[in-house]
């Protein structure tokens, strides 16, 4: 397993204006990484970045691990989500243009009026059609566990065994179960042949005195990002599944903590290196 980090772990410094996608890979060649995780939301003019981050990684020696997009299937307009299956095809061909083979893919958000039933259908119908295209140009898809349509561990079983594609599977994210009242260590159990890609994060829950920013779980618990293996994720559990299925893909790490993020990510990161 190859070692990353994502540049989510320093988004409060990158929509700050204080480092953008060329400062971010420099901040990563001074960090114990093989690679780097790159998020559409942080272009400012993509096409110079592009070019500058594939000369930023040959000279630091580092790859693009995952080119992560912010794709939502679920809208009630027709046309816009043919545009977000055209948003899941472009972000193929950055993937491509960046040389990575893994492009990470989300499922939608809640919507009123909307059902389940047919927010799925959506998710499905779109998720297929970028998965096709994908696979004509050799990448992989990768569904995050994110929100209430694709969170769960069956849900994104459900969704890959119904998808049917070699170039498609998920992004394991550890920390995200627990927000949706999953067991990461059982959502990996039967998801472990289908990962493609992990989201290493660790949250732990607070009590209701604590005053700081949280992310609220559908059971209305409260919990902060922390760095690796010192919240309630059992990391090195988890990596033990995925050393045992014969993973070989990439660790990306997404430090989501209070504080400063440089420091949460290079805590995170040396913790990482130590139980790799």
Same mark, same amino acid.
């Given at each position: 397993?190859?070692?990353?980090? =994502?540049?989510?772990?320093?988004?409060?410094?990158?929509?700050?204006?204080?480092?953008?996608?060329?400062?971010?890979?420099?901040?990563?060649?001074?960090?114990?990484?093989?690679?780097?995780?790159? /998020?559409?939301?942080?272009?400012?003019?993509?096409?110079?970045?592009?070019?500058? @981050?594939?000369?930023?990684?040959?000279?630091?020696?580092?790859?693009? @691990?995952?080119?992560?997009?912010?794709?939502?299937?679920?809208?009630?307009?027709?046309?816009?989500?043919?545009?977000?299956?055209?948003?899941?095809?472009?972000? *193929?061909?950055?993937?491509?243009?960046?040389?990575?083979?893994?492009?990470?893919?989300?499922?939608?958000?809640?919507?009123?009026?909307?059902?389940?039933?047919?927010?799925?259908?959506?998710?499905?119908? #779109? /998720?297929?059609?970028? @998965?096709?295209? @994908?696979?004509?140009?050799?990448?992989?898809?990768?569904?995050?566990?994110?929100?209430?349509?694709?969170?769960?561990?069956?849900?994104?079983?459900?969704?890959?065994?119904?998808?049917?594609?070699? %170039?498609?599977?998920?992004?394991?994210?550890?920390?995200?179960?627990?927000? *949706?009242?999953?067991?990461?260590?059982?959502?990996?159990? =039967?998801?472990?042949?289908?990962?493609?890609?992990?989201?290493?994060?660790?949250?732990?829950?607070?009590?209701? =005195?604590?005053?700081?920013?949280?992310?609220?779980?559908?059971?209305?618990?409260?919990?902060?990002?922390?760095?690796?293996?010192?919240?309630?994720?059992?990391?090195?559990?988890?990596?033990?599944?995925?050393?045992?299925?014969?993973?070989?893909?990439?660790?990306? /790490?997404? %430090?989501?903590?209070? #504080?400063?993020?440089?420091?949460?990510?290079?805590?995170?990161?040396?913790?990482?290196?130590?139980?790799?």
């Amino acid at each position: 397993m190859k070692l990353a980090v =994502s540049m989510w772990s320093v988004h409060a410094l990158a929509f700050g204006g204080k480092m953008d996608v060329a400062g971010f890979i420099n901040y990563a060649a001074t960090l114990p990484v093989q690679g780097v995780e790159l /998020l559409d939301c942080f272009w400012k003019d993509m096409d110079k970045e592009i070019e500058q @981050a594939n000369e930023l990684t040959k000279k630091h020696g580092l790859q693009v @691990a995952c080119y992560a997009i912010g794709n939502n299937f679920v809208n009630t307009d027709p046309s816009a989500r043919e545009a977000e299956v055209q948003k899941v095809k472009d972000a *193929v061909d950055v993937a491509k243009r960046l040389n990575t083979k893994v492009v990470r893919v989300f499922s939608g958000d809640a919507v009123e009026g909307v059902d389940f039933e047919t927010a799925r259908e959506w998710i499905v119908s #779109g /998720l297929k059609e970028g @998965a096709a295209y @994908a696979a004509e140009h050799g990448i992989t898809l990768a569904l995050e566990n994110h929100g209430l349509f694709a969170g769960r561990g069956e849900q994104i079983e459900e969704i890959i065994k119904e998808i049917d594609s070699p %170039y498609f599977g998920s992004t394991f994210d550890t920390g995200n179960f627990l927000l *949706v009242n999953d067991e990461p260590t059982k959502a990996i159990k =039967s998801l472990v042949n289908m990962v493609k890609h992990v989201h290493v994060k660790d949250f732990a829950e607070v009590d209701p =005195s604590y005053t700081g920013q949280t992310y609220t779980a559908i059971d209305q618990r409260r919990f902060v990002g922390t760095v690796a293996l010192e919240g309630d994720v059992d990391l090195k559990s988890i990596f033990a599944d995925l050393k045992a299925a014969g993973y070989s893909g990439w660790l990306s /790490l997404e %430090y989501e903590g209070p #504080g400063d993020p440089q420091k949460g990510t290079e805590d995170s990161l040396k913790a990482l290196v130590e139980i790799l």
